[in-house]
């Protein structure tokens, strides 16, 4: 079945720790995507990437690094520099069809708590 | 991007439509309205978009007015399973970096 699997579903990590979290699609899209959900609010774009070895910053990418090397993979770091990074964690992708609509596929996310 | 206004909670009886309205006065020409909703703890999921007609798909329809300042969503027959968090997203062409969630509204679906 074609999907965006996210892995893990709950992280853990102590104040002061990089951790990074994995976004895999088979979906064969060109863009992929990190959101952030903090409780009752929507999503925040953090990163995207329209294209293999190339991506953009999004709203608020401060503390937040990504890597693009692989169509398919688009892991997120969560750096220590990050002040509040307890949060719900998720990725999508698209079809990036120039200049029409598209929908994105997300994840089922990945919840990271801070200790 | 235009910005959204949505209620922030609606309630439905199971088995009647429910009916979701979004303004989005600053809607540009070139901006599509995209739906999409969140079941709790879960990732959002496309429901339907448009851009100045009405639409409709196996899961919803989209009304938006002729000025296309507004739109509605409507589940036509809502079951206990569309209890979720609905978001009302404006968002122009071609642009990866293209939908910016708000808070949505909260539909519960009353048995």
Redesign the interface.
């Known amino acids: 079945d074609g999907g965006i699997t996210q892995s893990p579903k709950y992280l853990f990590r102590k104040e002061g720790q990089n951790v990074t979290l994995s976004c895999e699609q088979n979906l064969n899209h060109d863009a992929m995507y990190w959101y952030r959900q903090d409780p009752g609010q929507g999503l925040r774009l953090i990163y995207y990437s329209q294209i293999v070895n190339d991506f953009q910053k999004g709203d608020i990418a401060e503390g937040y690094s990504v890597s693009r090397e692989k169509k398919e993979s688009f892991p997120l770091t969560v750096t220590s520099a990050q002040k509040n990074p307890t949060a719900f964690y998720l990725c999508a992708s698209s079809n990036r069809l120039a200049g029409g609509p598209h929908e994105q596929f997300f994840g089922p996310g990945t919840r990271l708590t801070v200790l | 991007d235009a910005k959204t206004t949505q209620p922030t909670s609606m309630d439905c009886a199971e088995g009647r439509a429910a009916n979701l309205p979004c303004n989005h006065s600053t809607i540009s020409g070139n901006e599509?309205v995209?739906w999409y909703r969140q079941i709790h703890?879960?990732?959002?999921?496309?429901i339907i978009?448009g851009?100045k007609n009405n639409e409709t798909n196996e899961m919803a329809s989209l009304i938006i007015t002729e000025d296309r300042k507004s739109s509605t969503l409507i589940l036509p027959h809502a079951t206990l399973r569309d209890t979720a968090v609905y978001?009302c997203i404006v968002s122009p062409?071609?642009s990866?970096?293209?939908?910016?969630?708000?808070?949505?509204t909260q539909l519960t679906v009353l048995p």
């Not at chain 2, 703890?41 to 496309?46: A, L, M, N, R, T």
């Not at chain 2, 990866?96 to 949505?104: E, I, K, N």
């Open positions: 599509y995209y703890s879960q990732g959002p999921q496309y978009h851009l978001y062409l071609g990866a970096r293209q939908l910016t969630f708000g808070s949505g």
